[in-house]
C-alpha cells in the first residue's frame, strides 16, 4: 500500500516536472547571463557615435572581425555569444543609439537549440523588425538566414537534427522582409553543400565558422552589393 | 652494448631538453587563425596588436572604431610563435605593433633567456624589414595571484618582473617605448586589478576600454 502511494506519488512528481519543463521550454524567455552582463557592460561604455553598420547577433556575429574585412566603414559589432531573440530584443536600445545606416542581422540558432516554439522566436523576430524600423526609419536592414547545422560535426545533441526547423523559420523570415521590404540575404547560397549542410570544411564543430570563413562572407556580401 | 647505453643516455638527454625548452606554437588554433590572416585584404598603416589570447579577446576593432586596426592576437601563443608570424605581419608595414608576449612562455616554463633572447629578435627583424613601424613593447601584466586558476600557477610574478625588466632595457637600447600597463590594469599591491579579471590572468571586456584610454593618454593612439 505505502509501495502504491509512494509509486503514485513519484509518478505525480515525474508528470509535475514534465509539465513544468515543457512549460519552462515554452517560455524559457531567460538571456542574461554572466556573458551577456559582461559584453554589455561593454557596449553600454563604448562611446555613442554614428555608425555605418551594426552586425547584431549571437557568437556567429561575435566572432567576425568585420571591421577589419570591411575597410573605410565604421563598424559596430554587437553580437553576443549564446544570445537568442529575447536577449536581441532586450538591447535594441543600445543599436539604435548607434543610428546605423545599415544592420545586419542574425539570430534564432540558440532559440531553436532552445527548443522554443517557432511561433515565439518568429513574434520576438517581427518584434525586432518593428522596432528598428520604428526608431531606424532610414536604416537599411538585412535579414540574414539562421546559417545550417552539420549534424555530423555537432557534439551537442540538442542541436542535432535542426536544419528541417531553421528551413522552415528562415521562410518565415524571408516572407517577413518581403512584407517589411527589408532585404533578406540567404546565406545558404554559400555555406549550406547540396543536401542543405554546413559546408564540413567550414566549421569544426557543425555551428561556428573557421576564422577564415569570415573573408567569404564578406566577399559574398560584397558579390551581392550589399556592403 | 657501450654504443647502445650511450646512444640510450643520448637520447634522453636530447628529451630532456626538449621538455625543458617546448618552444611549439604551431597547433590546431594558431593554423585557424594563420589561415584567416593569409586571407584578410592587407591595408597599409594598420595598427596591429600582437599577441596571445590577452590580445586576441580585446575588442580593439570595437573601442577604437575609426581606426585601421588589426587584431593579432593568438590564443596560446608563445615568443616562438609571434617570431615565425613576424614576417607575414610586416609585410603591410604596419604604422604600430602594440606587442604583448610572454605569459604564456612562463607558463611552459620556457627559460626566461630565450624569451628574452625570443624579444631580441622581434625588435631586430622590425626595425630591420619595416623600420618605419613603431614597436611599442607592453609588459607583461601581472597575474592576481588569489584568483589565478590552476593551469596559469606556474607563473610566478617574480619571473613577470624579470621579462618586464629585460623589455624596458631593450627599448632602452633600441630607443621604442616601453609601456607599462601596470600602472593601469595592476593594484597597488602589484597584483591584476580583481575587478578586471575572471580567472586571474585574462582580463573582462571592460578592462580593454581602460587599456586603450591609458594608451590615448600617453599618446600613443
Known sequence: MIRIQYGLLLSLLFAANILQAQSNAQVDSSYVNWYYNQRM??????????????????????????????????????GIGGDNTFGVLARLDNVIALQPKKIFLLIGINDLGRGLP????????????????????????????????????????????????????NEKLQQLAVEEQLVYINL???????????????????????????????????????? | MSVAVLACTLGSIEMKAQTAVDSAYNNGYYQLRMEYFDEVPSRKKEIVFL???????????????????????????????????????????????????????????????????????????????????RLFLQSVLPVNEEKLIEPFKKVKMEDIVYLNEALQEIAKENQIEYINLWEVLGNKEGQLIERFTPDGIHLKPIAYIKWVDYLKKKKYL
Request: charged content about 25%; hydrophobic content about 40%.
Open chain 1, 41 to 78: 557592460e561593454l557596449y553600454n561604455q563604448l562611446p555613442v557615435q554614428k555608425y555605418d553598420m551594426v552586425f547584431l547577433g549571437n557568437s556567429i556575429t561575435e566572432r567576425g572581425e568585420w571591421q577589419e574585412l570591411i575597410s573605410g566603414k565604421v563598424i559596430a559589432n554587437r
Open chain 1, 118 to 169: 517557432m511561433e515565439v522566436i518568429f513574434e520576438n523576430y517581427t518584434q525586432i523588425i518593428h522596432r528598428l524600423k520604428k526608431a531606424l526609419p532610414k536604416t537599411r536592414i538585412y535579414v540574414q538566414s539562421i546559417l545550417p547545422l552539420n549534424d555530423t560535426l555537432l557534439k551537442y545533441d540538442y542541436l542535432k537534427n535542426k536544419n528541417a526547423l531553421v528551413n522552415q523559420l
Open chain 1, 188 to 227: 545558404h547560397e554559400e555555406f549550406a553543400d547540396e543536401n542543405g549542410a554546413l559546408k564540413q570544411a567550414w566549421t569544426l564543430d557543425g555551428i561556428h565558422l573557421k576564422p577564415v570563413v569570415y573573408t567569404y562572407w564578406v566577399s559574398y556580401l560584397q558579390r551581392k552589393k550589399y556592403l
Open chain 2, 51 to 133: 599577441g596571445n589570447s590577452i590580445t586576441e579577446a580585446g575588442d580593439w576593432l570595437d573601442i577604437l572604431p575609426k581606426k585601421r586596426v588589426a587584431n593579432r592576437g593568438i590564443s596560446g601563443d608563445i615568443s616562438f610563435g609571434v617570431l615565425a608570424r613576424l614576417d607575414k605581419i610586416l609585410e603591410n608595414k604596419p604604422a604600430k605593433i602594440f606587442l604583448l608576449i610572454g605569459v604564456n612562455d612562463l607558463k611552459r616554463e620556457i627559460p626566461k633567456e630565450l624569451i628574452i633572447q625570443n624579444y631580441r629578435k622581434i625588435v631586430n627583424r622590425v626595425r630591420t624589414y619595416s623600420p618605419k613601424t
